[in-house]
């Protein structure tokens, strides 16, 4: 009784089996061909939700279901920030910003403390997930000297490709083994400044030296060898890039910042500015552009800003100005 009622339950399931398939075939053909020309050229035009011949024009379906994000996206960065499968990969964090990371509050998802009992295992987990995440000595440098770029960084006020740039160099350097004998600290402090430089938003050796937690020598000595050993293409800083950052904080006009790009391009073209500081130049057009727009700055107010000495500043100051008359008597 029993084998009979599982033959015939096996048959029927069968049965069912073959009209399902013969159901969908003829679904199938009547989809992939148009009921009015019998043409099979059909188009889906997922902006209007239809599906038209591409022969006749006729609409063989409408009001189709949309399989895509219910959100718009303009570039690549709008793409990234609205997908809802996680952060995007980084190379400002050792492990790209794959792992888990647990947070430091010792709160619920409701915002609510937790008791003592489950701080501790909380406090546990954390120190098993870091152990975890780094489990070389080579993602512990790397983790070290990230950290030491996203914090000078942070210090100097660059911006998120600047720190992306830096992160590439650095881990370029700790694969091809540049970093026996010398320190994570200089490395890290040394690809963010031609990180900056490569980015067109340079910053001084002084500045790069004040939160660094190495000293200028140190700094320019592992500078020139990583960009020797990795071929990096940096061109010499310009005095112009130096000038918004300046004219910004001094408060000073629009009309100002243009007439100190203005002494620093007849500069260049009197030769004024080969063999000399980037940063004293563009200090000193800041100062000399301040004067001549009859805007209230001094040196002493500039050399703060640009970290450069009251000496340098007169000094190019009075070389700009030359530079000006010779060019208007030309």
Same mark, same amino acid.
């Given at each position: 009784m029993t084998e009979s009622v599982r033959r015939f339950t096996t048959g029927n399931a069968r049965v069912r089996e073959s009209e399902e398939r013969e159901?969908?075939?003829?679904?199938?053909?009547e989809t992939l061909a148009c009921p009015e020309c019998g043409s099979?050229?059909?188009?889906?035009?997922?902006?209007?939700?239809?599906?038209?011949?591409?022969?006749?024009?006729?609409?063989?379906?409408?009001?189709?279901?949309?399989?895509?994000?219910?959100?718009r996206a303009f570039n690549s960065a709008e793409k990234d920030s609205k997908s809802r499968v996680?952060?995007?990969?980084?190379?400002?964090?050792?492990?790209?910003?794959?792992?888990?990371?647990?947070?430091w509050q010792n709160k619920d998802a409701y915002g609510r403390s937790l008791s003592s009992r489950q701080r501790e295992k909380m406090q546990r987990l954390r120190t098993w997930n870091e152990r975890f995440r780094t489990r070389d000595s080579k993602e512990r440098n790397l983790k070290?000297?990230?950290?030491? /770029?996203?914090?000078?960084? !942070?210090?100097? *006020? +660059?911006?998120d490709n600047v720190r992306e740039t830096a992160s590439v160099i650095y881990r370029r350097a700790l694969n091809d083994d540049l970093l026996p004998g010398r320190s994570i600290e200089g490395v890290a402090t040394s690809a963010l400044y031609a990180s900056?430089?490569?980015?067109?938003?340079p910053r001084s050796l002084d500045e790069i030296t004040n939160v660094s937690r190495v000293d200028k020598d140190e700094i320019a000595r592992t500078y020139r060898y990583?960009?020797?050993?990795?071929?990096?293409?940096?061109?010499?800083?310009?005095?112009v890039q130096y000038v918004p950052r300046f004219a910004s904080e001094l408060d000073l006009s629009e009309e100002s910042e243009r007439r100190a790009r203005q002494l620093l391009e007849?500069?260049?073209?009197?030769? /004024?500015?080969?063999?000399? !500081?980037?940063? *004293? +130049?563009?200090?000193?057009?800041?100062?000399?552009?301040?004067?001549?727009?009859?805007?209230?700055?001094?040196?002493?107010?500039?050399?703060?800003?640009?970290?450069?000495?009251?000496?340098?500043?007169?000094?190019?100051?009075?070389?700009?100005?030359?530079?000006?008359?010779?060019?208007e008597m030309s």
């Open positions: 159901s969908n075939e003829r679904e199938e053909g099979s050229n059909l188009i889906s035009d997922t902006e209007h939700g239809e599906t038209v011949c591409d022969e006749c024009g006729l609409v063989v379906q409408e009001d189709e279901i949309d399989h895509g994000p219910e959100w996680g952060a995007p990969t980084t190379n400002m964090m050792h492990d790209k910003g794959l792992s888990t990371n647990i947070g070290q000297a990230l950290g030491e /770029i996203d914090r000078m960084a !942070s210090a100097l *006020g +660059l911006p900056a430089r490569m980015a067109g938003t990583v960009v020797r050993e990795l071929k990096l293409e940096i061109k010499p800083a310009d005095p007849n500069a260049k073209k009197q030769s /004024i500015h080969s063999g000399k !500081s980037p940063v *004293g +130049l563009a200090a000193a057009a800041v100062y000399a552009a301040g004067l001549l727009t009859n805007e209230k700055v001094t040196q002493n107010e500039v050399s703060d800003v640009a970290n450069i000495s009251e000496v340098t500043i007169r000094n190019r100051y009075h070389e700009l100005l030359e530079a000006e008359e010779q060019f």
